[in-house]
């Protein structure tokens, strides 16, 4: 249902122009969102920005039920309804935005592969922190999932919400792995992240793509964002040109709040 | 330089057809990855066994210890210096692990589609052939096992909650299946391989991804189709199947390490210590009062040593 949403917007929105009414669904910001939901928020949050489209985040409880891929965020934005960084990204080029028009073929290729890298490991760790690590899951995870709601109910979607992302873990091959491998892989996707951004200020040198976007928002989020244990934010350290990347893009388009 | 692996490494796969050394995406993977790195494996096909359903396959052997999953593996073969990654840069393996991310998020969900969930390749190809190479009665129940577990695979990385249904997610993942192949094509250019003039652990995967959509005899396949008009793609598959997998032509030595590294090492004194000798030349030179300088400023010189003013 939500594919169709979008192939209808690319045929009759093109024309249209960004509405100023713009809106980004989320869950609530200071109970209920989790480490993974508010990376992928803030990802696109960081896009819209360097593309100069205003959005106005609004946080609502059942965000995620009235997503139409289920997934966290979506933009609301005249009569369409867009989820994920990847379909937004898609919706904001048939409007005439993009970032990374300029770039050639084999850089377009190295820039999917390295987003691709992102979701598959650091988004994946994220989840599997959250939800498979038994400690994180009761202390942070259950709880926040299910501040929303009162008992029963509470309990139900916590557990089922944990069940499926387990079932996800083991289909991926990440069930059987221990937390000190995925810090290991966590590592792994910094260093090489680190080696390819090297001492540029952006991924491809002077522009931000939308891969610089998805990055900011899953370091930035990690970096920021109280766990059980400070283990993960701690491998991000280790790599300082991460960090100052990250610094960079907060104060080039997070700290003026004018939007 | 020694062989320094005593004990002998099995590597369990599944066997061969369609003019490829195994039809399974993971075995072919570790198979090309020890062409390329000079590993001795003895590979044993399961087929006919009734590891065909207990294994998880592929599996190397050493010794006493058994590795799963095709990147352990890797590993473990790196870690024995059976390593095609030498000559890469840091930069360089970065992207590898960047491209193999990519190759997993978008192209493994319509690999598993094509040959597990369609149903017309599924009845005509994929089933008679696992089910002929199953002992009785495991030829009933290995295939649709893996076809279960392929299916649920692909609905719990792309399908959409609550409800997974498969037909929802099949558009996407054909279309994120071409442009993944676009962009390898892109990516490979006139090249032979994906990094230099040899091929590395990379290469492994995306050969291992591409061969069995590429020589299947699939009845029905967009993305064979589509495979097939990428002639660089092709071309690769078809190269590494001539130079490494042929009968009658011993395969190319892989990268030698040690000899290279004290080669290099000798050859960098040398260079060193004629540059050095060749400043001292030149500033003794420029120092004695006869000579006149030729230019005022003086050259750069590898060695650390002060400039000395010209007279």
Known sequence: AGLHRVFDLFTSTAAEPWPESATLYQPLKEDQILLSDCASSLAVQ???????????????????????????????????????LGPIVQFTKAKGNSLSDSLEDVQRAEMKAYMEL?????????????????????????????????WPLSKILAYQKQWEVRRKMNAVGWGGKTLEQVYEDVSQCCQALSQRLGTQPYFFNKQPTELDALVFGHLF???????????????IKSYSNLLSFCRRIEQTYFEDKSS | MDQNMAAAMELRCWGGDWGLP???????????????????????????????????????????????????????????????????????????MAYIALLEEKLRPALLHTFWVDAENYANLTRPW??????????????????????????????????????????????????????????????????????????????????PIY???????????????????????????????????????????????????????????ESNLIEKMDDNLRSSPQHKPHRP???????????????
């Open chain 1, 46 to 84: 960081a896009y819209l920005r360097m593309c100069g489209l205003p959005v106005q985040v609004v946080c609502k409880a059942n965000a995620e039920y009235m997503s139409p891929s289920g997934k966290i965020p979506f933009i609301h934005v005249g009569n369409q309804v867009v989820s994920e």
């Open chain 1, 118 to 150: 992102v979701n598959n490991m650091l988004l994946t760790a994220e989840l599997y922190i959250q939800w498979c690590d038994d400690a994180t899951a009761a202390e942070i995870s259950r709880p926040r999932y299910s501040s929303p709601y009162s």
């Open chain 1, 221 to 235: 989020t990690i970096l920021t964002t109280r766990l059980t244990s400070t283990e993960l934010a701690e491998r």
């Open chain 2, 22 to 96: 195994s039809v399974h995406t993971e075995s072919l993977i570790v198979q090309a990855y020890a062409k390329f790195s000079g590993a001795k494996v003895t590979v044993s096909p399961v087929d006919w066994t009734w590891k065909t359903l207990t294994a998880t396959v592929p599996e190397l052997l050493c010794g006493d210890s058994a590795v799963q999953e095709p990147i352990n593996i890797l590993n473990f073969l790196r870690k024995q210096r059976f390593n095609a990654d030498y000559e890469l840069t840091a930069r360089q393996g970065a992207d590898t």
């Open chain 2, 130 to 211: 696992f089910a002929s190479r199953s002992p009785f009665p495991l030829n009933f129940l290995v295939p649709s096992h893996r076809a279960n577990a392929a299916l649920s695979r692909i609905l719990l990385m792309k399908g959409e909650a609550p409800l997974h249904r498969i037909t929802e997610v099949e558009g996407k993942i054909y279309s994120d299946a071409k442009e993944c192949l676009n962009l390898l094509s892109f990516r490979l250019g006139m090249e032979n391989y994906f990094f230099g003039s040899l091929p590395t652990s990379l290469d492994a995967f995306v050969f291992g991804y591409l061969a």
């Open chain 2, 215 to 273: 020589k299947a005899s699939l009845p029905s396949s967009p993305l064979q189709s589509h495979l097939r008009q990428l002639g660089n793609l092709t071309s690769f598959c078809d190269n590494i199947l001539a130079v490494y997998f042929s009968s009658d032509r011993p395969c190319p030595p892989p990268p030698v390490q040690e000899t290279m590294d004290a080669n290099l090492q000798k050859l960098t004194q040398l260079v060193n210590k």
């Open chain 2, 297 to 311: 400023d003086p050259k750069p010189s590898l060695a650390s040593e002060q400039n000395s003013t010209p007279a």
